[in-house]
């Protein structure tokens, strides 16, 4: 229930559903789920609905100040889970494209300062990996910014900034420009809830372009791999660290209304993190920045 008493205290903060999920990255209709379990768990309702704005009742006043002790109660726990000098496991989330390139370089470092120190990756999708930081569940997390503001108990550092590109496979004719091959070939689209899909979204809206989609995915590297084998074309980003497309693809770039995803590292301020967070953030982000050094 931590997430939804978070999303309670955002509400009553906010004054609004809608308001309260601009503020946390949830969908109004994910707010009103998560308020709606929340009631039903303990078996009252909260706000006074008879109006637009999302009041307190009389038992939402009284559950608010339980609800802000809990989880201040809870960011103790956590702070305190690993007491500086003790060894202990970090737990970080990364998108997928993330694991294949940087981290495991960042890993073999982290190790050989701090050998008794368990390093737990759990991978998610951006959405997923922002709220189960804000929830304390994930010291850090590798993934791309939302488009949202983040709420100011969340540090971003930015790590890459990976450019889309078209591609498309080598047997579609070579005079075909990127807005035709958008308007007229199967589309193989970056899944449209994901933040970086959403980007994409975005793009074609502003472009005007309708496309034909023939599948739905979140995996870049099977979007390119199904483009390499003629399945459609892609708008794809270049992951931070790849040197080279397969074979079988030809990339387009979209020239002036080229666009880009933000990679960033994310981590909570409300605590003092153990030293071993630390170390690990900042191996991340100066591994990102000598790679950029030797690609210049």
């Not at 008794?116 to 304390?136: E, H, I, K, M």
């Amino acid at each position: 229930m931590l997430r939804e008493l978070k999303t309670f205290v955002a509400v009553a903060q906010e004054g609004t559903f809608a308001a309260a999920g601009q503020k946390i990255g949830l969908t109004q209709a994910a707010v009103s789920a998560q308020i709606q379990r929340l009631e039903e768990h303990l078996g009252s309702e909260l706000f006074d609905r008879s109006g637009r704005n999302a009041r307190l009742n009389a038992q939402g006043m009284h559950v608010l100040q339980q609800a802000q002790e809990v989880l201040r109660l809870f960011d103790e726990m956590a702070g305190g889970r690993q007491a500086p000098g003790r060894p202990g496991r970090v737990v970080l989330g990364s998108i997928a494209s993330s694991q294949a390139t940087v981290l495991p370089g960042v890993l073999e470092r982290f190790h050989a300062r701090h050998p008794t120190v368990q390093v737990r990756v759990v991978p998610g999708v951006s959405f997923n990996l922002l709220n189960q930081v804000d929830a304390g569940e994930l010291d850090l997390a590798i993934m791309i910014r939302p488009a949202f503001a983040l709420q100011a108990d969340l540090r971003w550092t930015r790590l890459s900034q990976e450019r889309y590109w078209l591609l498309a496979p080598v047997a579609l004719p070579a005079e075909l420009g990127w807005h035709e091959m958008l308007a007229t070939q199967p589309f193989i689209r970056y899944e449209r809830t994901s933040f970086g899909g959403r980007l994409v979204d975005r793009f074609l809206r502003q472009a005007g372009i309708a496309v034909q989609e023939r599948a739905e995915i979140d995996e870049l590297g099977a979007m390119t791999q199904m483009v390499a084998r003629g399945l459609g074309i892609a708008l794809v980003p270049q992951v931070f660290g790849q040197a080279q497309w397969p074979e079988g693809v030809r990339v387009l770039d979209l020239g002036a209304q080229g666009f880009f995803r933000e990679i960033g590292l994310l981590r909570r301020t409300s605590r003092m993190p153990h030293p071993a967070v630390a170390d690990l953030a900042d191996l991340i982000v100066q591994a990102h920045a000598g790679a950029a050094d030797d690609a210049d």
